[in-house]
């Protein structure tokens, strides 16, 4: 289900465009013109495989063979971190995303670690006209459920993820922590997901209908990611009007913390009423 040869003849842009009132752009489609190959090149300096790799451990893989599941989606593939975390750890995973350009990179880092990515460029909104089959479990990672602007959009994506699972199937999204960043202000421990110690990634503009984050790199090159501050309760409502059952969240990887300490939360949603 490859379509790399396809994937590789489409071009990014070369800048990023927000034109001269960027916080008013709050559209779900712009993340095509955000994610530049210039960006996306840059992509694995803010992440740092290695920092974050060790950041968060086994939690993904030890989560899926414990619930049994092997047939994963990866529908934010990025760069392709989490993918080949799971192809590493033996399970037969599809990588999608919406950005053509990040797919190449995927592909070519899962070259690297001695495997042959199954990609396949695809729109959540539409996600089962562009995958074949039904998986065990599809995960949702990176903070990138923040870039549907439309709760139309966001309800349709997750009918679109429960419909691709199995009957028995798992869906695992993540989300920042923006209830903290709202209410409290930003600040981050710059331990999970952004680990590269020479990167930084701050927001310049909060509202309930955007945070504008700002990217920093040591040679004093900045772009920028306009994204929808998902509220926690919030998602986990969606989750759940979307027929997903039994809702866990986690804060920074850990079942207990207090509500303004994590940086990140993750949500494991079953599709089936699992009784343990």
Known sequence: MSRHGLVSLLKAPEIQEFGNRPNSVRETNHYQEEYVQKFVERWDELIDWQARAESEGRFFIDLLKKQSKHKVLDVATGTGFHSVQLLEAGFNVTSADGNAQMLVKAFENAKKHGHIMQSVQADWRW?????????????????????????????????????????????????????????????????????????????????????????????????????????????????????????QTFGDFQETYREEEPDFFVHIAQKAYHNE
């Open 127 to 247: 996600l089962n006209r562009d995958i074949d089959g039904k998986y065990d479990a599809i995960i949702c990672l990176g903070n990138s459920f923040t870039h549907l602007f439309k709760e139309s959009d966001r309800r349709r994506a997750l009918a679109e993820f429960y419909s691709a699972l199995k009957h028995d199937g798992v869906l695992i999204l993540d989300q920042r922590n923006y209830d903290s960043i709202l209410d409290h202000g930003f600040s981050s421990k710059h331990r999970y997901y952004y680990c590269g110690d020479k990167v930084s990634a701050e927001p310049i503009h909060v509202d309930e209908g955007l945070a504008r984050f700002e990217y920093s790199f040591p040679d004093g090159s900045k772009h920028h990611l306009n994204m929808f501050p998902l509220r926690k309760d919030y998602t986990r409502g969606l989750i759940e009007e979307a027929g997903f059952q039994d809702v």
